[in-house]
T-cell receptor, first 111, second 114 residues
Framework: QQQVKQSPQSLIVQKGGISIINCAYE??????FPWYQQFPGKGPALLIA?????SEKKEGRFTISFNKSAKQFSLHIMDSQPGDSATYFC??????????FGPGTSLSVIP | DAGVIQSPRHEVTEMGQEVTLRCKPI?????LFWYRQTMMRGLELLIY????????DSGMPEDRFSAKMPNASFSTLKIQPSEPRDSAVYFC????????????FGPGTRLTVT
């Protein structure tokens, strides 16, 4: 009920390409879906987030697509750059409880 | 503004010793979370506090682990006695009331138990 699934585990994309990471959740009480970005040796940092009342949110090159009926959401990184190489975590949470993180996706953007 | 502060940044200790990790959350934040990260198990929530009160400690591995939050600006995670399998990066994170999922993470403490 609490699990957040994430795929792929690792991803290699060429510079300028589109990176896509998919997540699925089970808990229908979740009303907030953040994505975190973690660089080696650093703590995770909030990247972008969406609430289930919208189907898409875009911030610069980063877009979240949300499908409430399928209980799925995804992160798209347009024009991927080597500086985007990091581990990405999707998560689900509510306004009153802990957040549940997915297992993470290691993204490598090669020149 | 200062972010979440953790100390020490690195800790190397011998099996059986007591280890204390420290965290100062962002001022005004009501939630404080302790996580452990390893390659094998990913990011695990150990315990979290709301207004200095422990809310959920179901992720604490065993009785060797304990956490306290004596006031709004300080928390500790203690391991006694430490074991090699406790080697990991431990993160502290904080967030505002009403938005516990918008967490701000500290830089982490890399713990090595030999």
């Amino acid at each position: 009920q609490q699990q957040v699934k994430q795929s792929p585990q690792s991803l290699i994309v060429q510079k300028g390409g589109i990176s896509i990471i998919n997540c699925a959740y089970e808990n229908t009480a979740f009303d907030y879906f953040p994505w975190y970005q973690q660089f080696p040796g650093k703590g995770p940092a909030l990247l972008i987030a969406i609430r289930p009342d919208v189907s898409e949110k875009k911030e610069g090159r980063f877009t979240i697509s949300f499908n409430k009926s399928a209980k799925q959401f995804s992160l798209h990184i347009m024009d991927s750059q080597p500086g985007d190489s990091a581990t990405y975590f999707c998560a689900g949470g509510t306004s009153y409880d802990k957040v549940i993180f997915g297992p993470g996706t290691s993204l490598s953007v090669i020149p | 503004d200062a972010g979440v502060i953790q100390s020490p940044r690195h800790e190397v200790t011998e099996m059986g010793q007591e280890v204390t990790l420290r965290c100062k959350p962002i001022s005004g934040h009501d939630y404080l979370f302790w996580y452990r990260q390893t390659m094998m198990r990913g990011l695990e929530l150990l315990i979290y506090f709301n207004n200095n009160v422990p809310i959920d400690d179901s992720g604490m591995p065993e009785d060797r682990f304990s956490a306290k939050m004596p006031n709004a600006s300080f928390s500790t995670l203690k391991i006694q006695p430490s074991e090699p399998r406790d080697s990991a990066v431990y993160f502290c994170a904080s967030s505002l009331s009403g938005a516990p999922a918008e967490q701000y993470f500290g830089p982490g403490t890399r713990l090595t138990v030999t």
